[in-house]
């Protein structure tokens, strides 16, 4: 199964590396900034439950071509919700009837 993760931050990172570490094929949905800091030193999660640092793969809404089985959606709540400014239309359409099927 592969899953898209948009957004890497704290909650979006932390179910994206339990999942990771349970041999799912996770790939991170992120803006430039947040890719450049994952390719230099990867998603490092601390928690009582233990932590995580490995390199993970994350791109961004440019260059974002693979379908997927599950999108993870969570947000910020001080941040906008956007995440059509980072999916493309026709990726959107194909979310959404998958979410209404």
């Known amino acids: 199964m592969k899953i898209l993760v948009l957004g890497a931050g704290a909650i979006g990172g932390y179910y994206g590396a339990r999942l990771l570490e349970s041999g799912a094929d996770v790939t991170f ?51 906008p919700l956007t995440p059509r400014s980072q999916i493309s239309h026709q990726q959107s359409v194909r979310m959404r009837s998958c979410i209404h099927s």
């Open 29 to 79: 949905l992120v803006r430039p900034r947040r890719a450049a800091v994952l390719a230099t030193v990867g998603l490092r999660v601390r928690s009582a439950l233990g932590d995580f640092d490995a390199p993970v793969h994350a791109v961004q809404g440019d260059t974002l071509k693979s379908a997927y089985d599950l999108v993870l959606l969570s947000r910020n709540a001080f941040a």
